[in-house]
């Protein structure tokens, strides 16, 4: 079931959304060579906790950490540990943030120092998809229009698309319907609605699109070992308005990036 929102509701998801860009904004000033992930995930845990907020994914089914930590190869949901970032690494920082009863969830895939052209060009691509996403996601459009534009641009340019993750539906849970697949056809799925809230990440592999899933029954890997990028904002459909509730201007001003 969907849960369209209220405008009261939406401000409130604007809230949560903009306590979990600052996080990854704050974040972002920690990642470089040698740090290890359990660092910034103590950085992340710490600054929502000073903020009101609470980190949602921490104890989420189990889950030990208040970021999903995405090392080269790792698609998603990696814990945080004493591996410390090396020089060429690239790492995905997934956060989700519970402000006021709702949730903003936000991915930034880093480059770690010097990183190769190649991964670098990964990273653009799959961030570009994003946008890409967010432009066909429009009030009357259907979520396969989301679905497809971020995979003809990923794909049209030699990556693949994780299938068996998903964007979703967000709000007082941070997964609700409609769930929001990455590859798809135009014109299926279900109707965007003024109201809607969602979550749309791409998973984007260098290699083939097959993934496994490690012992500890969370860690997605890439079968082949290539990396995967990631990145994720949180979406509001209003008044027939698509507005971005997450932003990645605080990282940008972290990293010196131009924003797309
Ligand atoms: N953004 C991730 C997702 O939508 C957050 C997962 S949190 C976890 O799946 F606790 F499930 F790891
Ligand atoms: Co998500």
């Known amino acids: 079931m969907i849960y369209l929102k209220t405008s009261e509701e939406i401000a409130l998801m604007r809230e949560a ?45 189990g889950f030990p950490g208040t970021l999903c930590i995405e090392v080269n190869e790792v698609v998603v949901h990696g814990f945080p540990s004493n591996y410390a970032l090396r020089e060429g690494d690239i790492v995905g920082l997934d956060c989700v943030v519970e402000l006021n009863g709702y949730n903003g969830d936000q991915c930034y895939t880093f480059p770690v120092g010097e990183v190769s052209p190649e991964v670098m060009a990964l990273l653009k691509t799959t961030k570009e998809s994003l946008y890409k996403g967010i432009a066909a996601c429009k009030e009357g459009n259907r979520i396969g229009d989301i679905a497809n534009a971020v995979q003809t641009y990923c794909e049209r340019r030699g990556y693949s698309i994780v299938r068996e993750m998903c964007g979703h539906g967000i709000g ?60 994720e904002h949180t979406v509001a459909i209003m008044g027939g308005e698509t507005e971005i509730l997450t932003t990645f201007d605080y990282v940008d001003q972290v990293l010196g990036n131009n924003a797309i």
Not at 220 to 229: E, I, L
Request: a positive charge; hydrophobic letters at 30%.
């Open 172 to 231: 007082r849970s941070m997964h609700e319907d409609p769930e929001v697949p990455n590859y798809g056809r135009k014109g299926m799925g279900a109707l965007i609605k003024n109201g809607m809230c969602i979550a749309i990440e791409p998973m984007v592999n260098m290699g083939k699109r097959n993934i496994v899933i490690g012992k500890d029954g969370w860690t997605c890997r890439t079968r082949d070992g290539q990396p995967s990028a990631h990145y």
């Open 17 to 61: 959304c903009n306590l979990v860009s600052r996080t990854l904004g704050e974040v972002a000033k920690w990642v470089t060579p040698g740090v290890t992930t359990l660092k910034l995930d103590t950085i992340a845990r710490e600054f929502i906790q000073d903020n009101g907020g609470k980190p949602a994914c921490l104890g989420y089914g």
